[in-house]
Antibody, heavy 116, light 107 residues
């Protein structure tokens, strides 16, 4: 069974940094692109970033470009999202998902709250 | 950026009724459109990919159609567990984009 488990969320002050992790199991992690999607409270889904299976290519939403970095460690079956210069607009549930386009499945999410 | 507009925002129906949800793209996405279902407090789940293909384990009452800029998700006969929010998403261009969602609620 494919499982994705996010961690690393929490309360952070504006301007702060946070690194999210997504531990994957149940599939050959190194053969799939991976994606981060976020959802602000009461809002719709927003695609954040996608990384290729090798890590050689990465794509970002304009809203996070230059502030967030997606990466992966295929030896640890883990996906990361390093977030810098956080603002209140980054407050959201962050989901990792298997795949680069048809996202299936998704993890349960980790909540990031940016507030002073 | 491709903008996806979903309509209606809310659909109020009774169990057993047919649900028809729309997703319109600001430019052609060919058939590169997916639908996701999200229940309260849960992560989204892939229902339909490439406009009309059901994902693994998705019941046959869910069907997708369309191409280019106009897409439809149809639930032929609503079951109690189908009341949820439905999101469309395009994979034609970067950045990937989602619609704002349609909530299917019990009338």
């Amino acid at each position: 069974e494919v499982q994705l488990l996010e961690s690393g969320g929490g309360l952070v002050q504006p301007g702060g940094s946070l690194r999210l992790s997504c531990a994957a199991s149940g599939f050959t992690f190194s053969t799939y692109a991976m994606t981060w999607v976020r959802q602000a409270p009461g809002k719709g889904l927003e695609w954040v970033s996608t990384i290729s299976n090798s890590g050689g290519s990465a794509y970002y939403a304009d809203s996070v470009k230059g502030r967030f970095t997606i990466s992966r460690d295929n030896s640890k079956n883990t996906l990361y999202l390093q977030m810098f210069s956080l603002t209140a607009e980054d407050t959201a549930e962050y989901y990792c998902a298997k795949g680069g386009y048809n996202l299936d499945p998704w993890g349960q999410g980790t909540l990031v709250t940016v507030s002073s | 950026e491709i903008v996806l507009t979903q309509s209606p925002a809310t659909l109020s129906l009774s169990p057993g009724e047919r649900a028809t949800l729309s997703c319109r793209a600001s430019q052609s996405v060919s058939s590169y459109l997916a639908w996701y279902q999200q229940k309260p407090g849960q992560a989204p789940r892939l229902l339909i990919y490439d406009a009309s293909n059901r994902a693994t384990g998705i019941p046959a009452r869910f069907s997708g159609s369309g191409s280019g800029t106009d897409f439809t998700l149809t639930i032929s006969s609503l079951e109690p567990e189908d009341f949820a929010v439905y999101h469309c998403q395009q994979r034609s261009n970067w950045p990937r984009t989602f619609g704002q969602g349609t909530k299917v609620e019990i009338k």
